[in-house]
């Protein structure tokens, strides 16, 4: 889809400041690793002892935490936040985010789903009636829940110019990871237009902290610098382009996800794994055999969520 996204620049929108480490992923195309990405930001930041807040505003619920299928962490009174409900009740009914809590010790989460579609539609309603400032409506919802964290960090959907809005107007830093293939380029495209639409209108206080190849051969270097030139090209020629590229390793990454654990977390099952004979005689599942691959994954992850860190404290 071409065209501008839908903000109006005659209709003025009040800003509302970012919290302060809040980090959005987001790069404008499908299955690229931002869910994976911010799942693991989110974990990291916690496990190192920093109050932490994941928000999903994406449709699929990938639940890499574990919380729908394992049933992780302290659910909110009342009506469910799973799949999306949370999100959307909050900004449907403008009241405070209501995050399911110590999902890991520290890492409070806001679980994606399918209602979050529901939240475009919402938004394009009240748009027509309020005029653009609608995109800050995650902002107003987080606001007062937002000095109970030192860190946010939001998983964000593709392929939809509303919901990317709305959680970069809510957020201080973008993250960029890109595969390099073409469509993941131009891909960046989408969230550069939004990116600037949104910092122009409603959050001056946005930045790109940074992009990087994500799921990729590490040894193939000379197409590496090909896609940096491209990235810069699309983000604009200072963007910071991180160093650590997560290699592709599907078959650690999807059981990982299977069993609700982060690559360290699951990593750490690796010495009483179940053997392929165990699966074979029914006792142990497919992802209960913990491939040996998870070790350089698991490793190659610590090492990009530490340099995401340290590289957004040389900005602030
Ligand atoms: N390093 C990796 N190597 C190979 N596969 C990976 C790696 N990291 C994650 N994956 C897998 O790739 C798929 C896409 O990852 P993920 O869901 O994080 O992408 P996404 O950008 O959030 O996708 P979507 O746009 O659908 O939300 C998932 O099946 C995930 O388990
Ligand atoms: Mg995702």
Known sequence: RKGTPVLNPSAAAQAIEPPEGSTAVGTGKGGVGKSTVAAHLAGESAAAGHRTLLI??????????????????VHPQGPS???????????????PLQPIR????????LPGGPRVADI?????????????????????????????YDRVIFD????????????????????????????????????????????????????????????????ATLMHNAVRKQIRKTLG??????????????????????????????????????SPYDVKAGRAEEADVVPETILPLAKEMRELTTEIFEHHRRVA
């Not at 936040?81 to 009241?95: K, T």
């Not at 539609?121 to 109970?148: C, D, F, K, W």
């Open 120 to 148: 475009a539609n919402v938004l394009m309603l009240r748009l027509m009636q309020e005029g653009p400032g609608v995109v800050l409506s995650l902002a107003y919802s987080l606001a007062p829940i937002a000095p109970l």
């Open 81 to 95: 936040a799973l799949d999306g409900e949370g999100l959307y009740r909050a900004i449907h009914d403008r009241v």
């Open 102 to 109: 110590e999902v890991r010790p520290n890492l409070d989460v």
């Open 237 to 274: 020629e200072g963007t910071p382009i991180l160093d650590t590229i997560v290699g592709y390793r599907e078959v650690p990454a999807v059981n990982a996800r299977r069993k609700g654990l982060l690559f360290g977390e699951y990593a750490e099952l690796l010495p009483t794994s179940a």
């Open 156 to 219: 964000s959907a593709p392929e939809n110019d509303s919901l990317e809005q709305l959680v970069l107007a809510a957020a201080r830093t973008l993250i960029v990871p890109t595969r390099s293939d073409d469509s993941s380029i131009s891909g960046m495209e989408r969230i550069s237009k939004n990116f600037k639409v949104v910092k122009q209108q409603v959050n001056p206080y946005l930045q790109i902290a940074g992009a990087f190849l994500y799921g990729s051969n590490r040894s």
């Open 56 to 73: 999903c505003v994406t449709g699929q619920d990938d639940d890499d935490l574990g919380i729908k299928r394992f049933g992780r962490g």
